[in-house]
């Protein structure tokens, strides 16, 4: 209910982008630590039925933070660089798990290295959200991992700095 009210107040004339910001940013930083510990369970072989439904559920809340934060780029000139992380979560290829692997601990390295310029948004794209999927689209993604950096699709990335470009 947090990002449908942030949603709003998005929408509200006489909101100042600094708390537009920085309550996507405290929003964003909450679902990742959250996030993070439902990867530590998946990691031990304890998510149960119910955990992916919780994955499903972040999923969903990390794609109404995706839009939001567009709807503050739009808004406001200081607004950090929105940068989203798409990947399949149930996947049996392990090249494309050590690819991800990879991914995100690059990705993790980029959010600690540039904390105050962006927003990292990691949304796995295989719960069959209508809103995700529509934005995937408009994109037109094909193939994953995938990252989107302030509207620029990334299909390989090897490096922090090679991601810092965008940010420029």
Known sequence: MDIFT????????????????????????KIYEEAILLEEYERVGQLTDSMK?????????????????????????NAPAIV??????????LAQ???????SKILADFK???ADRIILIPIAVDGNLVSLNSLIEKYEVTRYPVVIINNEVINKIA?????????D
């Open 53 to 77: 439904i919780a994955h499903k559920r972040y999923d969903l809340l990390r794609t109404l933070l995706w839009v939001n934060s567009i709807k503050t780029i739009d808004k406001c000139d």
């Open 97 to 103: 798990k050590a690819t991800q692997g990879v991914w």
């Open 112 to 114: 600690q290295n540039q």
């Open 6 to 29: 942030l949603n709003e107040a998005n929408n509200v004339e006489n909101i100042s982008c600094d708390i537009l910001i920085e309550s996507n940013r405290n929003f964003a930083d």
């Open 159 to 167: 490096s922090v700095e090679q991601l810092e470009k965008y940010l």
């Open 84 to 93: 989203i992380y798409l990947y399949e979560e149930e996947i049996d290829n």
